[in-house]
């Protein structure tokens, strides 16, 4: 099992940036690929973005292309995701996953955290 806590949501204007954390425990992430994923208030939970095992491989969702990066520390079980030049359509609740599947590979995710708020005030 793996037990994921998101940290580092919050009100920011459009334009800002945040960096969302999340700490995993219960196992070492270190042989999961980890995601980040996001809803917004009505709507179906979409891919945001993946960093593969050794985090040499990342993939994002075309909307966050060039604004937002994805990033790993295995040595302290933690992912970040760096979000820069947000705007009001980012704003949504972000969860971050985890699987042992490839980035690559289809189906979803096994292990989920709680999500952290992030709203993008115009």
């Known amino acids: 099992q793996v037990q994921l806590v998101e940290s580092g949501g919050g009100l920011v204007q459009a334009g800002g940036s945040l960096r969302l954390t999340c700490a995993a425990s219960?196992?070492?992430?270190?042989?999961?690929?980890m995601g980040w994923f996001r809803q917004a208030s009505g709507k179906e939970r979409d891919f945001v973005a993946a960093?593969?095992?050794?985090?040499?491989?990342?993939y994002y969702a075309d909307s966050v292309k060039g604004r937002f990066t994805i990033s790993r520390d295995n040595a302290k079980d933690t992912v970040y995701l760096q979000m820069n030049n947000l705007k009001p359509e980012d704003t949504a609740v972000y969860y971050c996953?985890?699987?042992?599947?490839?980035?690559?590979?289809?189906?979803?995710?096994?292990?989920w955290g709680q999500g952290t708020q992030v709203t993008v005030s115009s």
């Open positions: 960093i593969s095992r050794g985090g040499g491989s990342t």
């Open positions: 219960g196992r070492t992430i270190g042989s999961n690929t």
């Open positions: 996953a985890a699987r042992p599947l490839p980035a690559t590979s289809g189906g979803w995710y096994d292990y």
